[in-house]
């Protein structure tokens, strides 16, 4: 299974703040996608990156306030953007391999004073 | 009503029992099943999944699907302490996106 790792591993933000997380695969995938994990909550897909084209966003997630870059097939990051005390959560990355069958990184622990 | 319904627990077996952790859901398009595993401070592992109705067995995990019920089950046989950690199940949708279920946090006592 494809390797991910996930920068930074957890980190604390000032309100208003943004902050990047980087995402590296180890081998090459078309499909690349970040998850939110919000305290005591289950994974929400926050939108799909594919490399070459803009990311796809689910509704209640704009690019504005998380913006998505794919510059290839093994890298991406997600922004968050001015962040509140709501923005507290896990950003998860994940890649698709064979078809079906979805991989996830340890995580980026964010958490918002 | 959410897509994927799963009892958060937790739940909590002695060492060798068989756990049974199951979800509903309510999308009849789903075909592809997962069943992932997080511990503590850990990102999802995947575990197994199945396609469409049946089972499926790896090891000590069972994967099962009734698609007339819209129910998912995963069982394990002689549960280990080092099985302790939430349970999601999370069927998908379209083109890889997944819908996760709550998750079940499971406990296993020595």
């Known amino acids: 299974s494809a390797v991910i790792s996930q920068k930074p591993s957890r980190d604390i933000c000032q309100r208003g703040t943004s902050l990047t997380i980087q995402c590296q695969v180890d081998?090459?995938?078309?499909?690349m996608f970040w998850y939110r994990q919000q305290p005591g909550q289950s994974l929400t897909l926050i939108a799909t990156?594919?490399?070459?084209?803009?990311?796809?966003?689910e509704s209640g997630f704009v690019i504005d306030k998380f913006p998505i870059s794919r510059p290839n097939l093994t890298f991406s990051t997600l922004t968050v953007s001015n962040m509140s005390p709501e923005d507290s959560s896990i950003y998860l990355c994940?890649?698709?391999?064979?078809?079906?069958?979805?991989?996830f990184g340890e995580g980026s622990w964010l958490t918002v004073v | 009503q959410k897509e994927v319904e799963q009892d958060p627990g937790p739940l909590s077996v002695p060492e060798g029992a068989i756990v049974s952790l199951n979800c509903t859901y309510s999308?009849?398009?789903?075909?592809?099943f997962m069943w992932y595993r997080q511990y503590s401070r850990k990102g999802p592992e995947l575990l197994m999944y199945?396609?469409?109705?049946g089972n499926k067995e790896d090891g000590r995990f069972t994967a099962q699907v009734d698609k007339s019920s819209k129910y998912i089950s995963l069982f394990i046989r002689d549960s280990q302490p080092s099985d302790s950690a939430t349970y999601l199940c999370?069927?998908?949708?379209?083109?890889?996106?997944?819908?996760f279920g709550q998750g079940t946090r499971l406990t296993i006592n020595p």
């Open positions: 081998s090459q995938v078309t499909m």
């Open positions: 199945t396609y469409s109705s």
């Open positions: 999370a069927p998908l949708e379209g083109a890889q996106k997944l819908v």
């Open positions: 999308n009849s398009a789903f075909q592809y």
């Open positions: 994940s890649v698709a391999e064979n078809g079906n069958t979805i991989y």
């Open positions: 990156a594919n490399q070459g084209s803009e990311a796809t966003y």
